[in-house]
């Protein structure tokens, strides 16, 4: 018999990345294994620097100078709705990773909404304290957008933040005023459609309460954007936040007039743009800029910003003794043993006051749910521990495989709320006690615990920290 040998998780990414890739593949140029080392040699030092005088967030996919924005902030919350209000784009910048030619819809995660009043509901249902408008470009559909703006700013007022993305073509003093009466918070600049003139957004600090430029890292714009960023913090543009270039076959063509090289990753990424958006973070430090540069990498959306619409119905599911992890999964924790085991620590339970409605026998099933906090009453039950962990999506069309929550909209629409089983590990002996004793320590050590005694199950706790592998 031939045994097939294991494929390493690096493999699994490389023949994905193929597969999604399969007519240009070969014509990629992915980095060498000296360029690799190298490459990650010059990210280290730029993160050392960062890290002795800027900071970083969700797990250090985020690194920053100065403050972040305010819809930055609450988007690493997880409390963030971004509203494509419709797909058209009157400009062709060569990084665009999709076609951008229809209106369409208002959409988010593949929810469309016909009217403002059930934008507002979704907005209400799920808790979100930001708000985004983005396109295509949101002014070329200006009613839309303002009618959408207007709706969620009247219901909430101060407690939602809104912004709107724009490449800036179509800004003038009028639609700047219309969009602040409004209720406006911030708009953010795609500076590089207009070949990174300040001009638009300049004239918007005048009026709008945040300016924010917003742009991919290009790798031969470095020096261009460090004069940029001199001149953003003479006008009063408060922050630059930086995207990683990412491959499409839609704009490969326009990529491969570009000498970048290619990473392997969930999405094929650049190298050299991930390097330069650092570049501009150290630089902001080293010359003390009063602009906050926000390198928002692909690892970070890719990890923060799933793990947040992977738990979006959460709280429409969770029962009392159910856990939502960072990583946007409700976890349950289930003993299993005979009925006299589990009625001895059922009865200490009862006698706690900290237990109060956070556990619950079920004798028929032979198992006790317990909340996390209970894990110091647990301990030593030497009994199975069952740890199962679930999804929450919010979807438009319901697939009938998973319990749900029906959501109706003002105009009779539905949107629904799923729970998908993820993941169940059975623990057992001092396995157990090991993750009951590190479930109630800091949320550092709790990972550091797991990372080194319990891998498999770190995942589902909190996502993968740091930036992404170079190869």
């Known amino acids: 018999m031939t045994i097939t040998p294991e494929r390493s998780p690096r493999q699994l990414i490389m023949e994905q990345n193929r597969r999604d890739f399969s007519a240009i593949y070969s014509q990629l140029a992915f980095p060498a294994p000296a360029v690799a080392t190298a490459a990650t040699e010059r990210r280290e030092q730029l993160l050392a620097l960062i890290n002795s005088r800027g900071a970083a967030v969700c797990g250090s996919t985020k690194p920053f100078s100065g403050q972040l924005s305010p819809g930055c902030r609450i988007c690493t919350e997880g409390a963030w709705s971004c509203l494509f209000i419709n797909g058209r784009c009157n400009r062709s910048c060569f990084y665009c990773p999709t076609s951008q030619d229809a209106i369409g819809l208002p959409t988010t995660n593949n929810i469309t909404f016909r009217s403002p009043a059930d934008y507002v509901a979704y907005l209400q249902q799920f808790r979100f304290r930001g708000m985004s408008l983005s396109g295509g470009e949101p002014l070329l559909t200006p009613g839309r957008s303002l009618a959408f703006l207007t709706a969620a700013k009247r219901r909430f007022g101060t407690d939602l933040h809104s912004w709107l993305y724009t490449n800036g073509s179509l800004v003038n003093e009028t ?272 990972m550091a615990g797991l990372r080194q005694l319990l891998p498999e199950i770190a995942p589902y706790e909190q996502p993968e920290r740091g930036l992404q592998d170079y190869f």
């Open 175 to 446: 639609i700047l005023l219309r969009l602040r009466d409004a209720g406006l918070d911030e708009i953010r600049f795609d500076i590089g459609a207009l070949g990174y003139s300040l001009d638009k957004a300049a004239l918007a600090v005048k009026i709008i309460p945040t300016v924010t430029v917003e742009i991919p890292a290009v790798p031969e714009q470095l020096e261009l954007l460090k004069q940029r960023l001199c001149e953003m913090a003479e006008c009063g543009i408060k922050h630059l936040n930086l995207h990683q270039l990412r491959l499409t076959n839609y704009n490969y063509q326009r990529l491969a007039k570009h000498p970048y090289t290619y990473l392997h990753g969930p999405k094929i990424t650049v190298l050299e743009s991930e390097l330069t958006a650092l570049e501009l973070v150290a630089y902001s430090l080293e010359q003390q800029l009063s602009v906050g540069v926000n390198y928002c990498s692909f690892a970070y959306k890719n990890r923060y910003q799933q793990a947040a619409a992977r738990g979006r119905g959460a709280d429409l599911f969770r029962k009392s003794w159910e856990t939502a992890t960072t990583a946007g999964f409700l976890r349950s924790l289930e003993l299993s043993g005979q009925e006299d085991s589990l009625n001895r620590i059922s009865g200490k339970l009862r006698e706690s006051d900290a237990a109060a409605a956070s556990w619950a026998l079920a004798t028929a099933r032979q198992s006790l749910a317990f909340a996390a906090e209970l894990a110091p009453l647990i301990v030593a039950a030497d009994l199975p521990l069952r740890i199962s962990y679930a999804a929450t999506p919010v979807h438009e069309a319901l697939s009938y495989r998973n319990p749900f929550h029906e959501v109706r909209l003002p105009s009779t629409a539905k949107i629904f709320a799923e729970r998908v089983k993820t993941q169940t590990f059975t623990l057992e002996g001092s396995r157990v006690d090991t993750f009951l004793a590190l479930l109630n320590r800091s949320e550092e050590e709790k």
